[in-house]
């Protein structure tokens, strides 16, 4: 028999309203987790936007608690705010828009990824600027068909990196590259990918280029693809104790444990005729004499409105589909005849230990991944923390 699982822990006051509850001892499990399966490689625990919806900074901690040597984020604003934050570990960002503030992150010990001989232009101008040379990741384009130097452009940016490196003008520190197919175990590409990832750092190596980081693996490279982990892995969605793919297994079975429970509570309960039209546009409409309840969160919050008369949480003791349109705000669920009060809690999606559902339930009820599902809760939802430990 499974232990019956523990009840809902206490909440501090603001927890009252919607929110999102994130257990940080999930996330340390979870990236302890990754930590052992990357083996000698070192691990970034990526923290991008916003810690995928879970908040980048208690998760930055927790990760770098459980063993995560470095962080990845995508911005630079992302990387300054973890420094601003007092958190001096490692972190490189990886999209360089222009006009970013290259020279505040140089001063800032970001470290930053360059793709093109522009980039390598623009980083070597900041380094100027900073009296300090870049530390630089090249980027190279193994068959995703998104950032990084195609094959045919690699030696030219090799080239260019070798010149400014020479010139003490930046220092190129890592190689990495970013997988198109890692959450389809076995696909062709996966190999093919890591052949040209390790011919790419040959050649850079006969222009000179010895980084000691190489990177490709992201969170299913990490958990199941050891060939890939070269000297650092980069793991997302798993340090928040997702599955990266339905195909590779649930989080158990991956040793990770889902952070995030969100949760609201009932807003209203009224008692309603059969026939009654509920919500815009009556999309439901009420097949008997029944007890409705009103769930305060809505689009606005990162519901999909396409999760109407789709999606299902956990109320009143028993999981229910939404009832009509998801509005901005709230949304409405059918209880029917059970008992249910002001103030019932209402579980979105969360581990799924108490029967509520999980964010996979979501993105598969909505033809997504659960990535989309957590990363859209907005900032109108308090995000309320589970073993936190005080800030150095
Ligand atoms: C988001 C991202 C990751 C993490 O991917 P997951 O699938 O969430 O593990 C790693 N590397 C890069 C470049 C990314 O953009």
Redesign the pocket.
Known sequence: MTPSPAPPPALPPEAAQAHALIDLDAVRESVATLVRRAGPAATMA?V?ADGYGHGMVPCARAALEAGASWL?V?VIEEALALRAAGIDAPVLA?LIAPGAPLAAAIAAGVDLAAGSPATLAALAAASGETGRPARVHLTLDTGLGREGASRSDWPALCEAAAKLAADGRLEVVGIWS?FAFADAPGHPTVQAQISRFSEGCELAAGYGLRPVLRHLA???ATLLEPRAHFDLV?????VYGLS?GPALGTPAELGLRPAMSLRGRLTLVKRVPPGSGVSYAHRYTTDRETTLGLVPLGYADGIPRAATNTAEVLVAGARRRIAGTVCMDQFVVDLGDDHASLGDEVVLFGPGDRGEPTAQDWADALGTIN?EIVARIGPRIPRVYLGETAAP
Do not use: F, L
């Open positions: 990526v991008k990845g995508t990886w970013h992201n969170s299913a980069r793991p997302g969605i798993a990266p990535y």
